[in-house]
């Protein structure tokens, strides 16, 4: 076979940082290639070189052993290098052939008009030889994500494309449209196109591709073949060290019952139930946690308890209230603390100074907001206090927000929400795009909460997290619990089983899959803990 | 990224952090539209007809009309001729004032809006909608008292009646936004041709002063008009008024920065969703601050009825409008306000002595309004032209990488669930 | 011409019936608002036909009366010209606000070079480059200086506000200017004797020109290319610019076309009359804005928003016909209806959808 895709001593430098640190990469024609690292590894940072996006600082592109230097990805696709972004580039209100066809529109009368049936003959054409499903005629927003997925593929065989690039396509996937999604690779290759796919997820490397490789920190650390290869080894190249995360927890000493929900319903803007009937409640002093895939109605269910959203059916109680209308600032004040899983839009002002943003939220409360006048320098000694509590850097109260690093944002909402001395807090996504160190740091300070007998709930699409946080877990699925479970006693097998829609018992679920799941699985000691 | 972008980049990050630079496009625009005003001034002498003597030469082409006395006669005229002597404060001087004073509300009124993300065009509507109420109301109450007194309880009156129905006015936008989602850019125009219709339906019927042939109410007696300190009242301006205006920019200013409610109102304005994260509510936040746009609007036009006018006329100058300019030209600052409605003071008050000094048609100062807003709308020129670094003009948006060994990065926020393994 | 139009309203309902239920789904409070416009007006006429003494009959007959449409579309002219340019504007993600500024600028060129001329049409077209050059400067400083869309707009509007007269002032030596000669109106046998529609066949060129332009633009816009592009610039620039297409230039397309088209307008205006006015708010007297809110109602389709300005101008023409029969509304209240009836569908209709980037800026990923 030979390479299709050759890159050579690839090192792309941003200013202060080495995202990619002299990579190469050979990708044979007609296979699948994964390209496996955790977040910030500096995988997408080299597909956008190839793509286009950027120049590298140093090293050379091949194609077909021909070097190639792109300035846009439109010399990339000419070069016939197509890729698919995490964020569909898709127009919401047009057809799946306006997009697929958009911009080499077929025309007829001269060009006047676009010739419509051709465009739609040549989706349907190319849609059957490669077996996909897809309606030639469905609006974009009507159609579900695998589909918009599979309309981003057919747009790039439709320029030509020989090469597609894949970035983390399975993370907006629910299982079944991961499994379509790997017939419709495994199709494609058969037909002699390469494709690389960028995960996370080294169980999905190991199934799809047929080589991997790994990128560690910027650089590459090894390629493999993916059948002669365990997950133990593709851990260890991924992480390269003992896996952390088992974090020390004395068992709860739990107390009253801070935080219920029961059967809480949200329907999203199209009036689909993307919360569907779900009931628990969280005690003093422990971590109750969501486990599941992301996009299974976590979103929706957390704005309904912070007060960011209201559900359409059910109740939401705090502390023996009813809360399930109350304001946001009610429950702010209230004792509620939220660190949102969008810190950038939702969690600071980002071109507020840190000052400011240590206010947000209490800018009417007694402290720092006495009689509607805000009092400035208990409002700078307060931002001082997080910034110094939480370890944020640069440790300057009148930068930007935006001039921080994720991480450092991360810690400073953390800081600001824990300081309010809530009663309960809700964690969404607490480490999502946060480096290492700063992980461990906002772990600590979770279970640190949790011994002073807060209640907290944690929403993750990390399975480790959740699992290695929470004292009880339910399993979200299409906006239901699959089930709540220990997660001491779950197996990661079984979990991984949970967020795939698998009922326990054996009360399969639209997979149709087959697997008995330990009876010892179900839930024993759940407090309103729901089964559907 | 190449090293011209970086620093391209940097400096852009730098300038875009300070408030200089906000203060040197407003000139910069401002010199810019003048230098504009002076072309179209020459143009439009070529245009017209005069005797060679009445000609102004520049590189032997003669002009009817000489842009230098333009700017002159708007400037200094404005300022009441400081530089030729004579200067008294009953002059020109107290006009420019006078219309500084009106602009003071307007522009607080639409940098308020602004600041909370609102885009207020309806000043102009609130302005009418104050002026007639303070018209009538004072009408009403003057029957009650008189001399001093009447001074001393009218004018608070005025002011709060011309505040209450602005602020009433106002508000109406502000709900159709908050609760129909109604865009506020159209409502207010149309509030703007509303107010004009009803006004003047009103002036024209019910409330129409009997003795004159004009639409408007029946004048305010002397006493419950704003009196002249220390300038003589012959420009109609009142050092009170004024006093008032500059009361009303600290007090904006103080609300803004030191209050709980301008916390929620900048913040709704920068990052909505933050501020519904903070605990905000957006609809009354809008609400409130529509409302108290369209009250610092009504003030203006109880400004104008009781000290420009002394009753109520249809056709109430555009105020509004140029409080827009104002603000723009301030960046919506509430201090920057009291230096722009300065500025547009003198240009108003300096076409008049323009239409007095030349031929050239008033209009142009309409023209200059617009060219400010248009250069102060786009500091992106002015920060190629500062720079005079070739190549596009804009700044690449912060590109999503995600990362290599990067201390953190804001950069892998789009990387979705990592639920395996 | 009319014939066109009427084929662009039937595809149009074409198109909406395969769209089934999606476009129900989507417009519902628009689809009850036409709907109770329509019940409405249908029922004053069977109660104007049963009762012709009443209100009610004095009402129907001002409705059905041939004069009334044929100053609805005559008032539609400028509003329908600049609702469709924009349209062109802010489905490339530009907003145009500045529509008013444009309708000014070319009804004083055009009278402006039909005056110098002699010429009606070349004045017409003197009226269009005026007001496509205005919107080329405001397309440069939005596109290639990033100027906030909404401001810039607005400074279109004022720099043509005090422009306009100013000019008028200079050449004229007053805001208004003298009146030159007009076009007759143009009648096509047989048709114009149709009872109440012959008002279609026998009206000013600009009536004609209009049904042109809606139909053209709605085939731009269904059926051409170019019209795709300019969806997918004000939808998702990016998926356009992936595409291969340089999103820059199809909004300075787009914005120049917007300029063109509310050239005509504002040209057709002053030429209908042979006279520009430049008091106060001009003789555009907010027309520009109203056809923001008509392109808006209408769902930026080209027909939708023709239909809507019919009804606002529809509006007007039946509120200068009551006045001169003196029915007991006062005139300035009924001057004001259609601003209110544009608030009161705004409330109902509550959100219009934009277009997903419009008012955004979109820099070319290298």
Redesign the interface.
């Known amino acids: 076979m030979a390479t299709a895709v050759h890159l050579d001593g690839i090192t ?1 430098r ?2 202060g ?5 002299d990579v190469d990469l050979e990708v044979e024609h007609g296979t699948v290639h994964a390209l496996l690292g955790e ?7 080299l597909m ?1 070189v190839l793509y286009g ?3 590298p600082t140093s090293g050379t592109v091949r194609l077909d052993g021909e070097p190639r230097t792109f300035d846009s990805p439109r010399d990339a696709i000419d070069a016939g290098v197509g890729m698919i972004h ?2 569909f580039m898709l127009v919401d209100p047009m057809t799946v052939t306006e997009n697929v066809t958009l911009g080499s529109e077929p025309r007829k009368w001269g060009g006047l008009a676009v010739d419509r049936a051709a465009a739609r003959e040549a989706v349907v054409e190319l849609a059957d030889r490669y077996g996909f499903d897809v309606d030639p005629d469905a609006r974009i927003e009507d159609v579900s994500v695998g589909e918009q997925q599979r309309v981003e593929i057919l747009k790039a065989l439709y320029r030509g494309a020989d090469t597609l690039i894949l970035d ?1 396509p ?3 996937l629910t299982p079944q449209e991961v499994e379509e999604l790997f017939a419709v690779l495994a199709e494609l290759t058969a037909q002699g196109k390469t494709i690389i796919f960028i995960t ?5 490397a190991m199934r799809a591709a047929d080589e991997v490789s790994v990128l560690r ?2 650089k590459k650390v090894g390629t493999v073949d993916a059948d002669g290869t365990t ?1 133990e080894e593709l ?1 260890e190249l991924m992480v390269g060290r003992e896996v952390l995360l088992d974090v020390e927890r004395e068992p709860a000493q739990t107390g009253e019952v801070v935080a219920a929900a029961s059967d809480v319903v949200v329907e999203d803007d199209r009036g689909v139930r993307a919360v569907d009937g779900i009931s628990f409640e969280v005690r003093a002093g422990e971590v109750f946690g969501i ?4 996009g299974n109605g976590q979103t929706e269910l957390v704005e309904a308890l912070t007060g ?1 959203g209201v559900p359409d059916e059910g109740e939401i109680r705090f502390r023996d209230e009813d809360v399930t209308t109350a ?3 009610e ?3 209230a004792g509620m603390a ?1 660190i ?1 899983e ?11 100074g840190l000052v ?1 943003n240590g ?3 209490s ?2 409360g007694p402290e720092l ?1 006495p009689n ?3 009092d ?1 320098p208990a409002t700078r000694d307060h931002a001082e206090a997080i910034i110094d509590e939480y370890d944020v850097r640069p440790a300057d109260a009148d930068a ?1 927000a ?1 001039s ?6 991360q810690k400073f909402i953390v800081g600001r929400e824990f300081k309010r001395d809530p009663e309960f807090v809700v964690a969404s996504h607490p480490t ?4 290492v160190g ?1 992980i461990e740091f906002i772990h600590e300070r979770l279970l640190e909460l949790r011994r002073q007998g807060v209640a907290v709930l944690l929403v993750s ?4 997290e959740v699992q290695g946080l929470s004292d009880r877990m339910g399993v979200v699925y299409e906006g239901e619990f699959i089930d709540v479970v220990d997660p001491e006693e779950t197996t ?1 097998e079984e979990l ?1 089983l949970l ?1 795939a829609g698998e009922r326990p018992g054996g009360g399969g679920d639209e997979t149709g899959a087959t697997d008995e799941t330990d009876p010892e699985a179900t839930p024993s000691d759940v407090t309103g803990g729901e089964r559907a | ?1 190449s090293a011209a972008d ?1 620093l391209r980049d940097a400096l852009d990050r730098l300038v875009e ?1 300070s408030a200089t630079e906000r203060i040197l496009i407003s000139t910069a625009a401002l010199v810019l539209s003048v230098l504009l005003g002076a072309v ?1 001034v020459l143009v ?1 002498g070529r ?2 007809t005069c005797t060679a003597g009445e000609a102004v030469y520049y590189l032997g082409v003669g002009f009817c009309y000489d842009p230098v006395v333009v700017f002159d006669r708007l400037f200094l005229g404005a300022l009441g001729d400081p530089l030729s002597g004579g200067w008294s404060p009953d002059g020109q001087f107290s006009v420019t004032l006078r219309e500084t004073t009106l602009l003071l509300f307007t522009g607080l009124s639409v940098a308020l809006a602004f600041r909370a993300g609102i ?1 207020n ?1 309806g000043t102009q509507g609130q302005m009418v909608v104050g002026a007639l109420a303070t018209a009538i109301g004072v009408l009403w109450a003057s029957s009650f008292v008189s001399g001093t007194v009447g001074t001393v309880v009218l004018i608070p009156f005025g002011v709060l009646v011309g505040a209450t129905f602005g602020g009433l006015y106002g508000a109406v936008p502000g709900m ?1 936004k908050a609760y ?4 506020e ?3 207010t ?3 703007n ?2 107010a004009t ?2 006004a ?2 009103l002036v ?2 019910v409330f129409k002063d009997p003795n004159s042939a004009a639409n408007q109410t029946v004048p305010l007696p002397e006493f419950a008009r704003f009196p002249a300190v220390l300038f003589g009242g012959r420009q109609d301006f009142s050092l009170v008024a004024l006093a008032f205006g500059l009361l009303a920019i600290g007090a904006l200013y103080y609300v803004l ?8 109102v900048r ?1 709704s304005g ?2 909505p ?9 957006a609809e009354r936040t809008v609400v409130a601050s529509l409302a108290l746009s369209g009250a610092l609007g009504g003030v203006a036009g109880a400004m104008y009825v009781m000290m420009v006018l002394g009753t109520f006329q249809t ?1 109430i100058p555009s105020y509004g ?1 140029d409080g ?2 104002v603000s ?1 030209l301030a960046g919506n600052n509430p201090l920057g306000v009291g230096v722009a409605a300065l500025l547009f003071g003198v240009l108003k008050s300096g076409t008049t002595v323009v239409q007095f000094a030349t031929d050239v ?1 008033p ?9 400010v ?2 250069f ?3 500091p ?2 002015f920060r ?1 032209l500062a720079k005079g670094l070739p190549g596009r ?5 912060a ?23 | 011409m009319s014939d066109a139009s009427a084929d662009g309203v039937g595809d149009a309902d074409g198109a909406t019936a395969a769209e089934g239920r999606g476009f129900f789904e989507r417009h519902t409070t628009r689809a009850v608002f036409a709907a109770v416009t329509v019940a409405s007006v249908a029922a004053l006429l069977v109660a104007g036909f049963l009762f012709p003494d009443s209100l009610a009959g004095t009402l129907a007959a001002v409705l059905t009366s041939e004069n009334t449409l044929a100053a609805a579309l005559r008032l539609s002219v400028p509003i329908a010209f600049a609702a469709l340019g924009g349209i062109f504007a802010e489905k490339s993600g530009v907003i145009n ?1 500045g529509l008013e500024g444009l309708l000014i600028v070319s009804a004083f060129g055009a009278i402006y070079v039909a005056d110098v001329t002699g010429g009606v049409w070349i004045g017409f077209a003197g009226g269009v480059l005026a007001s496509t050059l205005l919107a080329a400067l405001f397309a440069v ?1 939005t596109i ?5 869309q ?3 707009g ?10 306009a ?3 008028s ?3 004229y030596g007053s ?1 208004n200017t003298p009146t030159v000669a007009t076009s007759p109106s143009v009648s096509v046998p047989v048709l114009e004797e149709i009872p109440f529609f012959g008002a279609l066949f026998s009206a000013s060129p600009s009536v004609y020109l209009l049904f042109a332009a809606v139909a053209l633009s709605w085939y731009v816009f269904e059926r051409t290319a170019f019209g795709r592009w300019i969806r997918a610039s004000g939808e998702n620039p990016e998926a356009l610019d992936t595409a291969g297409v340089s999103v820059a230039r199809v909004r300075y397309a787009a914005v120049i076309i917007s300029g063109v088209l509310a050239g005509m307008g504002g040209a057709a205006l002053s030429l209908d009359l042979g006279q520009f006015t430049g008091n ?1 708010p001009t003789m555009v007297n ?1 027309k520009g ?1 109203i056809a ?2 008509a392109y ?1 109602f209408g769902n930026y389709n080209p027909i939708g928003a023709f239909l809507s300005t019919l009804l606002f101008a529809g509006l007007d023409a039946v509120q200068t016909v009551l006045q001169l029969q003196g029915i007991g509304v ?1 005139r ?2 009924i ?2 209806t259609p ?2 009836v ?2 009161v569908v ?3 209709v ?3 959808r934009l277009p997903e980037a419009a008012g955004e ?1 979109y ?1 070319t ?2």
Not at chain 3, 144 to 148: I, L, T
Not at chain 3, 154 to 163: Q, R, S, Y
């Open positions: 792309k941003f200013p940082v080495v995202a990619n640190d977040n910030g590894a500096g995988k997408t940072t956008n996006l950027y120049e995490q964020h983390e399975t993370a907006v996370h997820k080294l169980g999905e920190d910027g997950r851990a486990a599941g895939v992301d960011l304001s946001r600032r429950r702010i004040e939220y949102p969008d810190r950038q839009e939702r969690g600071l002002v980002m071109e507020f400011e206010l947000l939220g800018q009417h907001g509607g006048r805000i400035w930007d935006e921080l690093s994720g991480g450092n944002q999502r795009g946060v480096d700063s699409s990390k399975l480790e990661e991984g967020m | 990224m970086r952090a179209l439009a245009m017209t885009f065009i159709l129909a989602d109604a865009n850019v159209i409502t125009i149309m509030l041709f509303i219709g009803v003047l339906y024209s019927g920065e030191h209050t709980a409610f301008g916390y929620d913040t920068v990052q969703e933050a501020a519904e994260y903070g605990g905000v509510d056709g409008f827009i300019t723009i048609p209009q142009l100062v309409g023209v200059l309004r617009g060219l807003i248009l102060v709308a786009m992106e020129f190629m003009g804009s700044r690449r948006e590109v999503a990488t995600d990362g290599g060994a990067v201390t953190g990065g804001g950069v892998a926020d789009d990387e979705g669930g990592e639920a395996d393994e | 606000i400083v290639q200086f990033r100027a906030d909404i401001i810039a607005l400074a279109v509007w004022l720099i043509a506000l005090g422009l007269p100013f000019a002032q200079v050449i805001p106060g907010g804005f923001i809110v808006l006062p300035q209240l001057r004001i601003f209110v544009v608030i705004l409330a109902l509550g959100r219009t800026h820099d990923e290298e």
